[in-house]
């Protein structure tokens, strides 16, 4: 067992640049682990100050300085972002009040389908589908008693929000205004140029930028595209679903799924069995479609070149680590491990070697 284990360590880390990216590696994800709460605003502006280097950039290229271009990208952003805060804002919690005043007609109405079932299909137990629903009704009161307690600790969070709104801007423009000397100052403690750190570094830095942006971009083109036919339908909460289905696709193959049972059942309470509930579906599963099929191969062909099972371990273990943050970025880190088996020192071993 000891000879094992010095073979592996041996080949493992026989050179030195793979036990300094091994180091770095281990103390950014602790730093992460351990600080990740109080670290949030600043993780937040470094991912937002990382998606608006582009402009920046490209407002360099034609003959704007630096410093006048990260003014004018945080300031249009600023905008941006309190335009639709003050515009979606009022009206999620307009649709959402709504939902949950018809939630218990609806729940009602699918409790009467549920009992139906045991006549029309006799291998389906009764007994199961009582059982069934008092679990639903737990369920919804746990929620409830949930929801209470969230609201009792909304002034704590909307304090918190606060700051965040005044920290996170500064500290964007102040990454985006001060980046060369930022990265001169974090490549003083790192290797010399062309280390095995420099080479992931590099790998993971064109993955992650190219993500993040095509992310947001996916993000707004299905919300728009799912608003179009719930819109035309004029379905109940088409906003409020509309920005749920662009959300999901954030948690690659799950986030369809999950967002797809509420946008069925609010359709079904709505239409009914009828020809505008088999139209909206049909709409519904077609924006999927091209989601999955040409926007995001067409944003992500050079991004994610993994297997889907990959994917779906990376959401499971960085969401369950880091949460809503951990499921973003399931992909990027998942790249970041790819990267770095790719990159690391590997001793040629034969089949007949002995270990």
Request: no cysteine.
């Amino acid at each position: 067992m000891i000879s094992v284990l010095q073979h592996w360590y041996q080949r493992t880390f026989s050179d030195p640049q793979a036990v300094v990216l091994a180091l770095l590696l281990f103390l950014g994800f602790s730093i992460v682990l351990l600080a990740g709460e109080v670290l949030t605003p600043v993780i937040a502006a470094i991912v937002i100050a990382y998606v608006l280097e582009g402009a920046v950039k490209q407002l360099q290229k034609i003959k704007i300085p630096r410093l006048l271009a990260v003014v004018l990208v945080v300031v249009s952003f600023i905008f941006l972002v309190m335009i639709l805060f003050l515009g979606l804002v009022p009206l999620f919690s307009k649709q959402l009040a709504q939902f949950f005043a018809e939630l218990p007609n609806m729940i009602a109405q699918w409790q009467e389908i549920l009992k139906t079932l045991p006549e029309k299909y006799p291998f389906i137990s009764e007994l199961r589908i009582n059982e069934a629903i008092a679990s639903v009704n737990s369920e919804l009161a746990a929620f409830g008693q949930k929801v209470v307690s969230i609201s009792l600790a909304s002034a704590v969070n909307i304090f918190t929000l606060l700051v965040y709104m005044v920290v996170v801007p500064l500290l964007v423009f102040f990454f985006l205004k001060d980046k060369q000397d930022i990265v001169f100052w974090i490549k003083k403690f790192l290797p010399q140029s062309g280390s095995l750190v420099y080479q992931v570094w590099w790998d993971v830095d064109k993955k992650i930028g190219r993500y993040i942006r095509g992310k947001l971009l996916e993000v707004l083109v299905v919300a728009i595209a799912t608003y179009i036919p719930l819109r035309y339908m004029d379905m109940h909460y088409t906003a409020l679903l509309s920005f749920l289905v662009g959300l999901s696709v954030i948690i690659p193959y799950v986030g369809a799924v999950a967002v797809t049972i509420p946008v069925v059942l609010i359709a079904y309470f709505q239409f009914g069995n009828s020809s505008e509930f088999v139209y909206l579906m049909l709409a519904y599963g077609i924006v999927q479609f091209l989601d999955g099929n040409l926007l995001v191969p067409l944003l992500f062909s050079e991004v994610v070149d993994m297997h889907p099972a990959a994917i779906i371990i990376s959401v499971l273990v960085f969401g369950g680590l880091w949460g809503v943050w951990g499921v973003f970025f399931a992909i990027p880190l998942a790249s970041l491990i790819q990267a770095v088996i790719v990159a690391w020192p590997q001793n040629p071993i034969s089949v007949n070697d002995d270990l």
